[in-house]
């Protein structure tokens, strides 16, 4: 007997290494997509220049970005279905790494369109790869650890301004940055490489997946579209806003954008403990509403500096853990399979390339100040669809209980 209690500990124990040893590849994985997630904002005027081409035009680079995540997301979703996880996420890091060395070498904008859309593609089935993989791994338990991945993301992101704006002072143009975060992608690969791949759902347990209620799934992905759209409009164009507003130069506009992601990441670290003693739907009903705060009071009082660093600040805090919350909030309610991820990404995806493009064509032509008040629209109806979804999975277990 006491061997069997001997043999079954260290089974636990060495299962236990395993999943934090997968958890902190996918860590160091999502913090470098994170310094390649939010180079276009930082980056988009020297594009422009490179390309001799206006902002109107250079804006649809969302747009190529945001269609090739979507592909490379439904993508994503049936590779990690049916194939190992960890040999696909590592091919995906070599094509970002390659597509990012060339972005900054390309004169002309159909082109570049072109290049964005494979590294687009590569992004999406990374974090297609990310979310499912870690919910593999952890199951019902994946809340704080899922805030911890994306905190990883927002750590990339917070630090990748920050090297653009020195790599720009050194060299004079943005080719440097973008060679320098390319490097960066080759990182991960050496750790997911060396690690088994986690077992799907349905390979865990030999049950078939439950369907999904599509009432719950499309409002849920509805979400992700507002959700990331409003993250899209503020990284890509907070830097732009304030630059055309005369509130900084663009120096310190890259510190500005870096606030946002640095920001979000204290927002994503904060919440990992919150997410283990609060339900989802009360940390998402925080979110929104502070979110809402902050972009109101730039709406409200626009070009004051110390306005637009506090909203910004406050829109980074808050938007910091919903993504994450809501795919936890979305694992309580349905089985979570690579398809069903991809969907959800397929709609962040949708909200990242619509809304930013929506800005680019209305910047120049009504003012920098739409920009904002597209945000907390985008923000209200957010918080509209989180209503309808609560209502709906409310009567949904109210029918469970009846029957």
Same mark, same amino acid.
């Given at each position: 007997?006491?061997?069997?209690?001997?043999?079954?500990?260290?089974?636990?124990?060495?299962?236990?290494?395993?999943?934090?040893?997968?958890?902190?590849?996918?860590?160091?994985?999502?913090?470098?997509?994170?310094?390649?997630?939010?180079?276009?904002?930082?980056?988009?005027?020297?594009?422009?220049?490179?390309?001799?081409?206006?902002?109107?035009?250079?804006?649809?680079?969302?747009?190529?970005?945001?269609?090739?995540?979507?592909?490379?997301?439904?993508?994503?979703?049936?590779?990690?279905?049916?194939?190992?996880?960890?040999?696909?996420?590592?091919?995906?890091?070599?094509?970002?790494?390659?597509?990012?060395?060339?972005?900054?070498?390309?004169?002309?904008?159909?082109?570049?369109?072109?290049?964005?859309?494979?590294?687009?593609?590569?992004?999406?089935?990374?974090?297609?790869?990310?979310?499912?993989?870690?919910? #593999?791994?952890?199951?019902?338990?994946?809340?704080?650890?899922?805030?911890?991945?994306?905190?990883c993301w927002g750590l990339g992101a917070f630090?990748?301004?920050?090297? +653009?704006?020195?790599?720009?002072?050194?060299?004079?143009?943005?080719?440097?940055?973008?060679?320098?975060?390319?490097?960066?992608?080759?990182?991960?690969?050496?750790?997911?490489?060396?690690?088994?791949?986690?077992?799907?759902?349905?390979?865990?347990?030999?049950?078939?997946?439950?369907?999904?209620?599509?009432?719950?799934?499309?409002l849920i992905v509805a979400f992700f579209v507002?959700?990331?759209?409003?993250?899209?409009?503020?990284?890509? #164009?907070?830097?732009?806003?304030?630059?055309?507003?005369?509130?900084?130069?663009?120096?310190?506009?890259?510190?500005?954008?870096?606030?946002?992601?640095?920001?979000?990441?204290?927002?994503?670290?904060?919440?990992?403990?919150?997410?283990?003693?609060?339900?989802?739907?009360?940390?998402?009903?925080?979110?929104?509403?502070?979110?809402?705060?902050?972009?109101?009071?730039?709406?409200?009082?626009?070009? +004051?500096?110390?306005?637009?660093?506090?909203?910004?600040?406050?829109?980074?805090?808050?938007?910091?853990?919903?993504?994450?919350?809501?795919?936890?909030?979305?694992?309580?309610?349905?089985?979570?399979?690579?398809?069903?991820?991809?969907?959800?990404?397929?709609?962040?995806?949708?909200?990242?390339?619509?809304?930013?493009?929506?800005?680019?064509?209305?910047?120049?032509?009504?003012?920098?100040?739409?920009?904002?008040?597209?945000?907390?629209?985008?923000?209200?109806?957010?918080?509209?669809?989180?209503?309808?979804?609560?209502?709906?999975?409310?009567?949904?277990?109210?029918?469970?209980?009846?029957?």
């Amino acid at each position: 007997m006491d061997q069997v209690i001997t043999l079954s500990t260290h089974n636990e124990e060495a299962e236990f290494k395993a999943r934090i040893a997968k958890t902190l590849a996918y860590y160091v994985a999502f913090v470098a997509l994170g310094l390649a997630g939010v180079t276009l904002g930082p980056t988009l005027q020297g594009l422009a220049d490179n390309t001799a081409t206006r902002l109107n035009e250079i804006s649809f680079l969302f747009v190529a970005r945001s269609l090739g995540y979507m592909a490379g997301s439904l993508l994503g979703g049936r590779l990690y279905d049916r194939r190992r996880g960890h040999p696909v996420v590592a091919t995906m890091f070599v094509i970002m790494a390659a597509t990012l060395f060339l972005v900054p070498l390309i004169p002309l904008l159909w082109l570049l369109v072109a290049v964005l859309l494979v590294l687009g593609a590569a992004e999406g089935a990374v974090d297609v790869g990310g979310n499912t993989l870690l919910v #593999w791994v952890h199951g019902s338990r994946v809340g704080p650890f899922m805030n911890g991945l994306h905190f990883c993301w927002g750590l990339g992101a917070f630090l990748s301004p920050i090297l +653009i704006a020195q790599a720009v002072l050194l060299s004079g143009d943005i080719t440097l940055a973008y060679w320098l975060i390319g490097g960066l992608m080759f990182l991960p690969i050496i750790g997911l490489l060396r690690l088994p791949s986690p077992l799907s759902h349905k390979d865990a347990t030999g049950r078939p997946n439950a369907p999904a209620d599509p009432r719950l799934l499309v409002l849920i992905v509805a979400f992700f579209v507002l959700c990331v759209g409003g993250e899209s409009i503020f990284g890509g #164009w907070i830097f732009t806003y304030a630059v055309a507003l005369g509130v900084t130069d663009r120096i310190t506009a890259a510190y500005l954008t870096s606030l946002f992601w640095g920001a979000l990441t204290l927002g994503r670290l904060l919440s990992i403990p919150l997410a283990a003693r609060f339900e989802p739907r009360t940390i998402l009903l925080v979110d929104l509403l502070g979110c809402i705060t902050s972009v109101a009071l730039i709406v409200l009082l626009p070009g +004051i500096r110390e306005v637009v660093w506090l909203g910004t600040f406050g829109m980074g805090v808050f938007m910091a853990s919903m993504f994450p919350t809501m795919i936890s909030y979305s694992e309580r309610r349905m089985t979570i399979t690579g398809q069903i991820t991809s969907l959800f990404l397929v709609g962040a995806a949708a909200g990242g390339m619509t809304l930013p493009w929506l800005v680019g064509q209305l910047f120049e032509v009504i003012g920098p100040r739409v920009t904002m008040v597209i945000a907390l629209t985008d923000l209200l109806l957010g918080l509209a669809i989180f209503a309808g979804l609560v209502l709906t999975s409310s009567r949904r277990t109210v029918r469970s209980l009846a029957d």
